[in-house]
T-cell receptor
Framework: DGGITQSPKYLFRKEGQNVTLSCEQNLNHDAMYWYRQDPGQGLRLIYYSQIVNDFQKGDIAEGYSVSREKKESFPLTVTSAQKNPTAFYLC??????????????FGPGTRLTVL | QQQVKQSPQSLIVQKGGISIINCAYENTAFDYFPWYQQFPGKGPALLIAIRPDVSEKKEGRFTISFNKSAKQFSLHIMDSQPGDSATYFCAASISNNAGNMLTFGGGTRLMVKP
């Protein structure tokens, strides 16, 4: 059963804590992405990775960190430096960057709430 | 120049009617325009996509119309059904852009009344 999985579905964090959101894909996609979605808003890019051991900042990277040690995994850490982390976090993946392969496929999301 | 503007923010349509959502972009280098459908609490799902070499693409009840000169594209949902009630996002990207990064519109919340 191919696809993108995110865990946990719901996550609660106390202020000052770091938390890590999991994203795994078995689609053999090269690129992976993390987005943040706030209520009634569009998607904003946090980080993306085109290949293993390489990643780039997106539009709102401050307070977040990522790693890409394996092709299928792209975990996101929300650090205590992120001032307003309560949001819905979406992971996506995409085939290689050659012409005609732009599609991004999304996971089911993780809803993070800071208590 | 990377912005994609989407309208309306919300839309109410009667069952059986046509839902129309519009997007406009600035960057003429964009050459891939997908639409995503998102249900509450779920991740967006790719609905339909178009490239600028065609002016229209139809898949079932969903049609994308593309106007390259006006830098606009729209999603038409024919015979709208209550099950179509969701948030719809348009997006745009550049095919040879490293990273396949999508620029998203702000979303349209569609409600189809029975």
């Amino acid at each position: 059963d191919g696809g993108i999985t995110q865990s946990p579905k719901y996550l609660f964090r106390k202020e000052g804590q770091n938390v890590t959101l999991s994203c795994e894909q078995n689609l053999n996609h090269d690129a992976m992405y993390w987005y943040r979605q706030d209520p009634g808003q569009g998607l904003r890019l946090i980080y993306y990775s085109q290949i293993v051991n390489d990643f780039q900042k997106g539009d709102i990277a401050e307070g977040y960190s990522v790693s890409r040690e394996k092709k299928e995994s792209f975990p996101l850490t929300v650090t205590s430096a992120q001032k307003n982390p309560t949001a819905f976090y979406l992971c996506a993946s995409s085939p290689d960057g050659t012409l005609g392969r732009n599609e991004q496929f999304f996971g089911p999301g993780t809803r993070l709430t800071v208590l | 120049q990377q912005q994609v503007k989407q309208s309306p923010q919300s839309l109410i349509v009667q069952k059986g009617g046509i839902s129309i959502i519009n997007c406009a972009y600035e960057n003429t280098a964009f050459d891939y325009f997908p639409w995503y459908q998102q249900f509450p609490g779920k991740g967006p799902a790719l609905l339909i996509a178009i490239r600028p070499d065609v002016s229209e693409k139809k898949e079932g009840r969903f049609t994308i119309s593309f106007n390259k000169s006006a830098k606009q594209f729209s999603l038409h949902i024919m015979d709208s059904q209550p099950g179509d009630s969701a948030t719809y996002f348009c997006a745009a990207s550049i095919s040879n852009n490293a990273g396949n990064m999508l620029t998203f519109g702000g979303g349209t919340r569609l409600m189809v009344k029975p």
